[in-house]
């Protein structure tokens, strides 16, 4: 089964910078497409990044020029890295494939406050 364990949230200030981990295990990590999710309270959850098995990557709107996701197949292993944060960056956000799978993982909080 796949596990999916999200660490790097935190509390920080609008513009700070965070970089969130994912560290993949249960299967074939090269092999698939995955991505970067989260939700906030109150809402559903919205995919935020995407990076293909050949390393093509594709962002939300509302996070393009401000988010970088990047992969290391020989950790299992893919980042978001979030920069210019701002208040409604504030969510729990999940690592998964994508197209999603079940199970989900904990997810990592990241609270932007002033």
């Known amino acids: 089964q796949v596990q999916l364990v999200e660490s790097g949230g935190g509390l920080v200030h609008p513009g700070d910078s965070l970089r969130l981990s994912c560290v993949v295990s249960g299967t074939i990590f090269r092999i698939f497409d995955w991505a970067w999710y989260r939700q906030a309270p109150g809402k559903k959850r919205e995919l935020v990044a995407s990076i293909s098995n050949r390393g093509v990557t594709d962002y939300a709107d509302s996070v393009k020029g401000r988010v970088t996701i990047f992969r290391d197949n020989a950790r299992d292993s893919f980042y978001l890295q979030l920069s210019k944060l701002n208040h409604e960056d504030s969510a729990i956000y999940y690592c998964?494939?994508?197209?999603?799978?079940?199970?989900w993982g904990q997810g990592t909080q990241v609270t932007v406050s002033s």
């Open positions: 998964n494939k994508d197209p999603p799978d079940r199970p």
